[in-house]
């Protein structure tokens, strides 16, 4: 069964950081370019940045560019966000997404072929 699994997320300060998981089972996460999205309530769902397959080329979206690191560990299977700085406008249920296309720039949610469930990131003081 091909499944994504997102953990990591929860509540924390303004300026503060928080690392995502994104796990991989039935399938080897290595050969897919890897997306976050997320998505607040009453907003569209909104790219984060990806990291391609072959060479870990990363792209970000402008708001979380400087602030949001994205890499994979292929040995684990499992892809990260890592989130320093973060900011209220960053609350949101964050998801990662597998797609065969190459991490170049912002790859549309509909090229996504997989999904994880997502996981819940509040920033409040």
């Known amino acids: 069964q091909v499944q994504l699994v997102e953990s990591g997320g929860g509540l924390v300060q303004p300026g503060g950081s928080l690392r995502l998981s994104c796990a991989a089972s039935?399938?080897?996460?290595?050969?897919?370019?890897i997306g976050w999205f997320r998505q607040a309530p009453g907003k569209d769902r909104e790219g984060v940045g990806c990291i391609s397959s072959s060479d870990a080329n990363t792209y970000y979206a402008d708001s979380v560019k400087g602030r949001f690191t994205i890499s994979r560990d292929n040995a684990k299977n499992t892809v990260y966000l890592q989130m320093n700085g973060l900011k209220p406008d960053d609350t949101a249920v964050y998801y990662c997404?597998?797609?065969?296309?190459?991490?170049?720039?912002?790859?549309?949610?509909?090229?996504?072929?997989?999904w994880g469930q997502g996981t819940q990131v509040t920033v409040s003081s």
């Open positions: 997404a597998a797609t065969g296309y190459y991490c170049s720039a912002y790859v549309p949610s509909i090229e996504y072929a997989y």
């Open positions: 039935g399938f080897p996460l290595d050969v897919y370019t």
